[in-house]
């Protein structure tokens, strides 16, 4: 009977033994091929892109995070395989060789996904419904005939070489329970959750070092786990305390903060009125948002140099901002924080579809107030839920796509086929022509611009061509740095296409006889992202130009503001000039324009990066971004601090946002309904 006993307990301890040791030798293939891949996307990396780093350096830090996340799922992958394999070992090896292979497939195309678009897959691809999604990758050219082909192969050759290289692999026993051991030491002391790319710099670089796995499952978990942000009455007390600080800054006075998490007095802070004669008649407005427009390479002081001349020389002869943030790193945020300067909700305001609650905003208040509504749009209005958005705020015309007629040419159709829509200068030229006499009514006109989108293809490509060379002659650039600037030929050649194409527009709207009462928007919906990033900042850092003959006086203000901003002082303007009627109370997240010439940040202001990344916040000279803290300095450049008190405040004052717009995630109202029924057209 005890030999009985003794023969099971030496076969379950074999079991054992021969079940680590083949756990270890799969998760060592596991391991070479992570090296392999971060070997090879460092390498496509110097054939697309610049490199402001030394290969190696980034080699050997890309290595690190892969050992960091090779340690970090070893322990829980080795608990899983081995009662599994105790069972039955065929099955769970060939399991685990398919899940190898599944793994590094969708690894391969995260890592294809960041040489091309230069940002990290995560947990925004769930942001996006199936259309959406064909139409943004079916656009972008990324997914050609030759793209599939060559996934194919690869994973052909995958499966081939895992089968192939497990079976040649030998490991003993003491290598074999010491990974798992040293694992688990490695995951206790923190070390598997450090982050290990401070010393690099270069935005894009820093992406490059990271596991993009790692990024996407975390980034996917976080979204289907999301964090609730009780109230916290320090971060109260810090805001209070941090507002005090600044003269302008009046205390935010809450009418009914637990029904409407966001409804406060009006500020009534009209800072644009000195600046502006008034008309005997309300004026015309128009937005201009411009897709991918950044500062890194707009207006004097760009860091990458300025290409776009004619909105440079506008913002000489204009209220110009040029340390301006967009809300939003993409352009699912811009309408509704620049017209309702609304939260964000789950995955963007505009994504609440029928669920949105009543709002206030430009929109709908100037229509409410005789004012004559129009989007002009040259791709396709549904996208991102835009049309719905604005059908909710009473907008009186959307025209997109469908509504261009014969006449009208459109964008270059990607490999694929696939093609955003109508280009800058043909949307520019069909608001020209088509718009309609306002019948004496002011009229809000916002044209949203599709060009400067990847895969960045225009007409008149030569020409562009030639304009950029000239560029690059222009700044004196060694042939070395003129290669590193020609990897993004079309980029760049599209913003100058767009510079001209505004160029244009205006010189063409300067014929029409209400020239003379318009008022001028332009910006930027985020900051191209395929061209290298310099920091994290960068992605939401825009210009911001407020153009009109009705200007008496320009200005350039270094202050800080957001597009969350826009429509609190747009409105108090309109409001003292022009008898608009609006409630004493609204929702709106900005405080508005801040007017003054130094630089200075008197905002709190939250950026979503992505439809489900909320991790972005500025305030004062700080920027928290996840766990990072960074700080600005009057150039708009930030550099990586350690200051935990400092981070702690941030966090804090960050989370009573997040708190507030979690509660319209769960379905509270932005106002009430007697004001909804009063001033919503």
């Known amino acids: 009977m005890n030999s009985s006993f003794q023969k099971i307990d030496q076969d379950l301890k074999n079991k054992i033994i021969r079940s680590t040791q083949i756990f270890a030798v799969l998760s060592i293939t596991f391991l070479i091929f992570l090296l392999l891949f971060s070997g090879a996307e460092v390498l496509l990396s110097i054939v697309q892109h610049s490199l402001e780093n030394d290969i190696l350096e980034l080699w050997g830090w890309s290595n ?32 685990f060789k398919i899940g190898f292979i599944v793994f590094f497939t969708i690894q391969l195309m995260l890592v294809y996904y960041h040489t091309e678009t230069l940002t990290m897959l995560g947990s925004d691809l769930f942001g996006y419904s199936l259309k959406e999604i064909r139409q943004t990758v079916g656009s972008s050219g990324i997914l050609s005939f030759k793209t599939v082909f060559l996934f194919i192969v690869f994973t052909g050759i995958l499966a081939f070489s895992i089968f192939f290289l497990s079976k040649k692999l030998r490991t003993n026993r003491i290598l074999a329970f010491s990974l798992p051991v040293l694992s688990l030491i490695l995951i206790l002391s923190g070390f598997t959750a450090r982050t290990l790319n401070q010393d690099i710099s270069g935005e894009f670089n820093r992406s490059l070092i990271k596991n ?39 205390p935010l006075e809450y009418v009914d903060e ?28 128009v937005f201009i948002i411009v897709e991918g427009l950044g500062r890194a390479f707009s207006n004097r002081g760009a860091y990458l140099g300025n290409f776009t001349p004619f909105l440079d020389s506008l913002s000489t002869q204009s209220l110009y901002w040029p340390n301006f943030l967009s809300n939003g790193g993409r352009t699912f945020a811009v309408i509704p924080s620049i017209f309702g300067s609304l939260p964000f909700a789950r995955t963007g305001f505009m994504e609440l579809d029928r669920e949105m609650p009543a709002q206030l905003s430009l929109l709908n208040l100037l229509g409410k107030n005789g004012y004559q509504t129009n989007f002009y749009y040259g791709g396709n209005s549904e996208f991102d839920n835009m049309a719905m958005y604005l059908r909710e705020n009473k ?42 006499e306002q019948n004496g009514k002011p009229g809000l006109d916002v044209l949203l611009t599709v060009s400067m989108h990847n895969p960045f293809l225009i007409d008149e490509t030569e020409k562009f061509n030639q304009v950029f060379e000239k560029k690059l002659e222009e700044y004196g650039f060694s042939e070395e740095k003129k290669k590193n600037y020609r990897n993004y030929r079309k980029q760049y050649r599209s913003i100058l296409y767009t510079d001209e194409a505004l160029k244009n527009l205006i010189a063409d709207y300067k014929k029409r006889p209400d020239y003379k009462n318009t008022i001028f928007i332009i910006t930027g919906d985020h900051r191209i992202p395929e061209i290298p990033m310099a920091s994290k900042i960068d992605r939401y850092h825009v210009p911001f130009i407020i153009f009109s003959p009705l200007l008496k006086r320009t200005a350039e ?35 508005g324009l801040d ?53 702690q405040e941030l966090q804090n004052a960050f989370n009573q946002f997040r708190r507030k717009n979690a509660e319209i995630i769960k379905g509270k109202k932005i106002i009430p309904d007697s004001i909804a029924q009063k001033y919503v057209k």
């Open 595 to 647: 007017t003054t010439r130094s630089f200075q940040n008197m905002h709190s202001i939250p950026l979503k990066q992505t439809k489900t990344n909320l991790i972005d916040f500025v305030q004062g000279e700080y920027h928290l971004n996840g766990e990072e803290l960074f700080k600005l300095n009057s150039n708009f450049r930030e550099e990586a601090i350690e200051d935990n008190v400092k981070k």
């Open 395 to 436: 907008i009186d015309r959307i025209v997109d796509e469908k509504d261009f007629p014969d006449k009208y040419q459109k964008i270059p159709a990607s490999a694929s086929g696939f093609t955003w829509g109508y280009g800058d200068k043909e949307l520019f030229r069909y608001y020209l022509e088509s718009i309609r």
């Open 64 to 95: 690190l995070n892969d050992l960091k996340f090779w340690f970090a799922i070893l322990l829980p992958a080795y608990l899983i395989f081995l009662p599994f394999h105790i069972v039955s070992s065929k099955i769970t090896e060939l399991i």
């Open 258 to 285: 637990f029904n409407y998490p966001f409804l406060k007095k009006e500020l009534n802070r009209d800072v644009l009125s000195p600046f502006f004669e008034t008309s005997e008649n309300q004026p015309h407005v």
């Open 212 to 250: 993009k796995s790692r990024h996407f499952y975390l980034s996917a978990y976080s979204y289907f786990n999301p964090e609730i942000y009780e109230p916290d009455i320090y971060a109260e007390s810090y805001l209070g305390e941090y507002l005090s600080k600044y003269a302008e800054a009046e």
């Open 557 to 591: 203000f270094e202050a800080v503001s957001s597009h969350f901003d826009v429509a609190p002082s747009l409105l108090s303007f309109m409001k003292h000039n022009y008898g608009v009627k609006a409630p004493a109370v609204n929702s709106f997240v900005g405080r």
